[in-house]
C-alpha cells in the first residue's frame, strides 16, 4: 500500500464521525463494552495506543465488535506496526513519523495516519504521498491558529488534530478547512471506565459525534 493509497483510507475513517477516540487500556476486559459504548454514542474509529501492556490484547478483543474501526496508535517502532497489524489493527497512527515506521507500513499493509508538527514535518509526509496526518501534539504546538495557518501554504495537506483537544475547543479545530477530524481522549475519562459506567461513555461519545464540521 502506497502513502497515497493510506492516506486515502485514512480519510474515509476520518469522515465516518467527527472525533477519534484516543485510548489509554489497562484492562482488556474492557476493551469491548468499552467500543460498544463508543459505537452506540456514534463513534466507530477508535484509536487504542500502544502504552499499556493490554493495549494489544485491547485491539484484538475490539477487532470483533460489529460496526467499529480499530485502530493502533503510538506506533513508535517497525515491530510495534507489526504487533498492531497481527492484532487486528485496520489502521495506524504515529506521534512522529520516520522513515522506518513509513517503510513498515507499507511492508504491512496497515494505513497510516502519520505524525507531524511543523511545516517541514508536513511537507516532508506530503513528498512521499501522505495528505492526511496527524497534527500532534495539537494544543502545544499552536492550536487551531496555527493549523489554519498552515492550510494557506499546504491546503492539499489534511489534518487529524490530538492532543489538548477536548468538546471545548474541538469546533475550533472541526471548522478548518484542512481538518478532517481530530483525536482526543476526553471522550473515555478513566473514571467511567473504573466504574463500568458504558451509559456515560455513551453520552460522552453522543456529544462528540454531534460537533458540527
Ligand atoms: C494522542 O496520543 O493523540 C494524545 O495523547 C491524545 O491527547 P489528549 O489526551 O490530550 O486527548
Not at 477519534?20 to 463513534?43: K, N, Q
Not at 474509529?45 to 485491539?59: H, Q, S
Not at 504487533?83 to 499493509?109: H, M, Q, S
Amino acid at each position: 500500500m502506497t502513502p497515497a493509497e493510506a492516506s486515502v483510507e485514512i480519510e474515509k475513517l476520518c469522515r465516518l464521525a467527527p472525533v477519534i477516540p484516543v485510548l489509554v487500556i489497562e484492562d482488556a476486559r474492557t476493551a469491548r463494552p468499552l467500543a460498544e459504548a463508543l459505537v452506540r454514542g456514534g463513534l466507530p474509529v477508535l484509536e487504542v495506543t500502544l502504552r499499556t501492556d493490554a493495549a494489544i490484547e485491547a485491539i484484538s478483543e475490539m477487532a470483533r465488535i460489529d460496526g467499529g474501526v480499530v485502530g493502533a496508535g503510538t506506533l513508535l517502532t517497525p515491530a510495534d506496526i507489526k504487533a498492531a497489524k497481527a492484532a487486528g489493527a485496520l489502521f495506524g497512527v504515529t506521534p512522529g513519523t520516520t522513515d522506518a515506521l513509513v517503510d513498515a507500513a507499507r511492508a504491512e499493509t496497515l494505513p497510516l495516519l502519520p505524525g507531524a508538527a511543523t511545516a517541514t514535518e508536513a511537507l516532508s509526509l506530503l513528498e512521499k504521498g501522505y495528505s492526511v496526518q496527524k497534527f500532534f501534539p495539537a494544543g502545544p504546538a499552536g492550536g487551531a491558529k496555527y493549523l489554519k495557518a498552515l492550510s494557506a501554504p499546504l491546503p492539499q495537506v489534511r489534518f487529524c488534530p490530538t492532543g489538548g483537544v477536548s468538546l471545548t475547543n474541538a469546533a475550533d479545530y472541526l471548522s478548518l478547512p484542512n481538518v478532517l477530524c481530530v483525536g482526543g481522549s476526553w471522550v473515555v475519562p478513566t473514571d467511567l471506565v473504573a466504574a463500568g459506567d458504558w451509559d456515560a461513555v455513551t453520552e460522552l461519545a453522543r456529544q462528540a459525534a454531534t460537533l458540527p464540521r
